[in-house]
């Protein structure tokens, strides 16, 4: 039974975890690509930093769950 739910709960959480990573703020364009530096430092403050600390949760969740679809 859970061999069949894990799966369909890795899915979800990646979903989930590719919508968080595509709402966050870029900082700088794309001359941090090209290695120019820019002086401009922000602090992520409100739904930003809610943005932030969901991305970190559900990336640790969909590592546990793959290393709990490897096992199981």
């Keep these: 039974m859970i061999e069949k739910i894990i799966p369909i709960a890795q ?5 989930i975890l590719m919508a968080l ?3 966050q703020q870029r900082g700088t364009a794309l001359g941090s690509a090209f290695g120019q530096e820019s002086g401009f ?3 992520r403050r409100g739904i930003q ?3 932030f600390w969901g991305t970190v949760v559900f990336g640790a969740l969909f ?10």
């Design 49 to 51: 930093q809610k943005i």
């Design 41 to 43: 430092y922000s602090t």
């Design 11 to 15: 899915i979800a959480i990646a979903v």
């Design 63 to 72: 590592v546990v769950l793959a290393i709990l679809n490897l096992i199981l």
């Design 21 to 23: 990573i595509l709402f």
